[in-house]
């Protein structure tokens, strides 16, 4: 799928003949309609089979992995084996829906023993739970001295739409994504949840910046907004569960929108993403378009999907096993069951999108120490894969 001239809005209709060029001067973005084209040249290797489904990955110093359990679970994955490793005194986790154990990120200075392990989840009960970030220390046999960091406010109800995925940026700060709450009816006090997005006075439907201790990070630019939480990074977000900082320490997310509304978005601090106000997508039960596609003030995506693929995991390229993809964003698909490639030019617009087909339901993928990319699939017995080129 060739995505051109950034300035359009190019569909591909399945079934129909292809429309390009359309231009349309408000529209930064570009919404794609249709399976991209497949590479070639690439297979995946199976580095393990038996994780009992999984949610995020994260690498330890020495090369070894540590990946979360939705359940509740960790696991230390050393080449093909696999060791459960205990968490001590781990806050009510709420395994239900889409909360469990999320996503996990070591503190970037801990290079040798005892590193510090930060990990998201969904806290509390089925009728009032949020997204909470912890930190514990890896001793080498388990994971001790938990404390919460941070919990995200209101509290909510329901399974639905905790984000949640961490990403450092270059200064040391960390960022932390927050879903809006859920699909309507699904209410956060006197409001549909999905409204949360637009209040600065919650930390639903936002991306957070934090200190390496979970505090409000210095000089997030709405801090000094009346009303606005001292956290709030962006917002105008639906559901992010893929942020990844490239080379040159800007920050890509990749949103799930609800029928048709699937993001990349370029996330830059103080800026309005436009959820539920602007969106490619349709409401569940009504099938009505939800907000305009474009809004004056908010940031308009770099790729808008349709059908949705369900994004889950974010990776930014630059290893040696496949030059020509050095650059480009890797998404997992959860219901394409695939990564899509996109290409980016010099100025962060998307030019092409292309498809490894996977073939199961893809929760994370990552870059790995060794510049390889890895994939996380979202199964009862969860796999990591490994991309490498295809040489017959």
Do not use: C
């Not at 781990?90 to 999320?102: A, C, R, V």
């Not at 941070?150 to 927050?178: E, N, V």
């Not at 290893?319 to 959860?334: K, M």
């Not at 990564?339 to 199961?360: H, M, N, P, T, W």
């Amino acid at each position: 799928m060739q995505l051109r001239q950034p300035q359009a809005v190019l569909r591909y209709l399945v079934g129909a003949a292809v429309l390009a060029g359309a231009a349309v001067s408000a529209l930064a973005q570009v919404q794609a309609t249709g399976a991209p084209p497949q590479i070639k040249g690439w297979r995946a290797e199976t580095v393990t089979d038996s994780l009992p489904q999984a949610w995020g990955m994260a690498w330890l110093a020495d090369g070894r992995m540590l990946v979360t359990g939705k359940a509740g679970t960790l696991h230390l994955v050393n080449g093909k084996q696999v060791t459960e490793v205990p968490i001590e005194k781990l806050p009510t986790l709420m395994d239900s829906g889409q909360g469990g154990l999320l996503d996990i990120a070591l503190h970037p200075a801990d290079k040798g023993s005892n590193p510090r392990v930060y990990m998201t989840m969904a806290n509390g009960s089925s009728s009032e739970n949020r997204t909470i970030l912890v930190q514990g220390i890896f001793d080498g046999k388990k994971v001790h001295s938990v404390k919460t960091l941070f919990q995200a406010s209101p509290s909510k109800s329901g399974g639905q739409h905790f984000g949640s995925r961490i990403a450092w940026l270059p200064d040391g700060t960390l960022l932390m994504s927050i879903g809006d709450g859920g699909n309507p009816p699904q209410r956060v006090g006197n409001m549909l949840a999905r409204d949360q997005a637009q209040n600065l006075g919650s930390h639903n439907g936002s991306i957070l910046r934090l200190s390496a201790d979970g505090k409000p990070a210095p000089g997030n630019p709405l801090a000094s907004k009346a009303g606005a939480l001292p956290e709030i990074w962006s917002y105008g977000h639906r559901n992010v569960q893929g942020i990844v900082v490239d080379a040159e320490g800007r920050a890509w997310a990749s949103e799930h929108g609800p029928r048709g509304g699937d993001e990349i978005n370029r996330v830059e601090g103080g800026k309005n993403y436009g959820w539920p106000l602007q969106s490619f997508g349709l409401d569940y039960s009504s099938r009505e378009p939800i907000g305009k596609h474009s809004v004056p003030g908010m940031v308009d995506p770099v790729v808008a999907w349709a059908p949705s693929p369900a994004p889950s995991g974010l990776a930014y390229y630059t290893g040696s096993a496949f030059p020509q993809w050095r650059g480009s964003l890797f998404s997992g698909g959860l219901a394409s069951k695939d990564l899509r490639r996109i290409e980016l030019d010099k100025s962060g617009k998307a030019v092409r999108q292309e498809s490894l087909d996977i073939g199961a339901r893809v929760r994370d993928v990552r870059q790995g120490p060794d510049g390889q990319l890895y994939v996380l699939t979202d199964e009862s017995k969860s796999r990591i894969l490994r991309i490498v080129p295809d040489k017959s």
